[in-house]
């Protein structure tokens, strides 16, 4: 069975920063795509950012110049930097991930529960 569990949310000030985290565990064989989505109340559920196995990145529009996706292959974990952060960034963060749970399987997407992140004075 496979985990994925966020961490990093909180309440932060217009202009500030936070970093989110997620982790990876249980059967895990490879990982590929990993991404940051967000959804805020009302709205559906967007893409923030994402990173292949490979390191190659994408960024919605929104956020660009702003929130910086790495990984950790070694340790199953994607992180999101955030900065200048903004009340249009509230929303509750999810993590994703492809994975895949023994060889040549093509691997599945599996998503955390979420983390809430508050941008306000």
């Known amino acids: 069975q496979v985990q994925l569990v966020e961490s990093g949310g909180g309440l932060v000030q217009p202009g500030g920063s936070l970093r989110l985290s997620c982790a990876a565990s249980?059967?895990?064989?490879?990982?590929?795509?990993m991404g940051w989505y967000r959804q805020a109340p009302g709205k559906l559920r967007e893409l923030v950012a994402g990173?292949?196995?490979?390191?190659?990145?994408n960024y919605a529009d929104s956020v660009k110049g702003r929130f910086t996706i790495s990984r950790d292959n070694a340790k199953n974990t994607v992180n999101l930097q955030m900065n200048s952060l903004k009340p249009e960034d509230t929303a509750v963060y999810y993590c994703?991930?492809?994975?895949?749970?023994?060889?040549?399987?093509?691997?599945?997407?599996?998503w955390g529960k979420g983390t809430l992140v508050t941008v306000s004075s």
């Open positions: 990173i292949t196995a490979g390191g190659t990145t």
């Open positions: 994703s991930a492809n994975i895949a749970t023994r060889p040549l399987h093509s691997g599945m997407d599996y």
């Open positions: 249980g059967t895990i064989f490879s990982i590929g795509r």
